[in-house]
């Protein structure tokens, strides 16, 4: 899995049909037991990104947040206290199927958003491979990349903060910092 977090971060061409095809089967695999990974231990970095994170950023983010590869949306619970529209948005559909009742829901393919352009305040990926151009595109211009590895440089899908920052088009400033055994870091446009 690193080596196609690396791949599809750094080459547009990295995510081919086939390694689509591959993740969706895995994750469509894994659904059934997801939410067994629901552990306090698990949201410490998330939480720690929202709360300390968006602290330094130039406007605090509200309005919609997307969570990038939700899986059955584990995480909804705490970006639900920070903006006010979470879409969870999954390329499997075995995992969107047990999303929590009342949550938004959209399949997707992180390469290709279903969504306009700068319509997003904030992109949080969570164990979730990041496709720069789209991130770039879809986010606001006062928007923010939250990107969070549950287990730190454990996690299979894991890049550095330093690798998102290099990773995404143009310039963008960030912070970073590790909670619990997980990393995040917040970036947003310079």
Known sequence: MRAITRA????????????R??????????????????????K???????????????????????????????????????????????????MLARL?????????DGSCLPLCAGSINALVLINMFLFP???DRVLSPEGVVIWVNSRGSETPIY???DEVDAALPGNW???SST???GTWSVHWRA
């Open 21 to 42: 095809d591959e993740v969706v089967k895995l994750f469509d695999s894994l659904a059934p037991n997801w939410n067994e990974r629901d552990l306090p231990e698990r």
């Open 44 to 94: 410490i970095a998330v939480s720690d990104a929202i709360a300390r994170g968006l602290a330094h950023t130039p406007s605090l983010p509200g309005g919609v947040a997307l969570e990038l590869g939700s899986g059955t949306g584990l995480n909804r619970d705490v970006l639900e206290d920070q903006f006010e529209t979470v879409v969870s948005l999954d390329i499997s559909t075995r």
């Open 173 to 175: 400033d960030g912070v």
């Open 100 to 108: 929590p009742s009342g949550a938004i829901g959209v399949r997707g």
């Open 8 to 19: 599809v971060a750094s080459d547009p061409d990295g995510w081919t049909p086939e390694r």
């Open 133 to 135: 151009p789209e991130a």
């Open 159 to 161: 890049l550095a903060a």
């Open 179 to 181: 909670a619990g055994f």
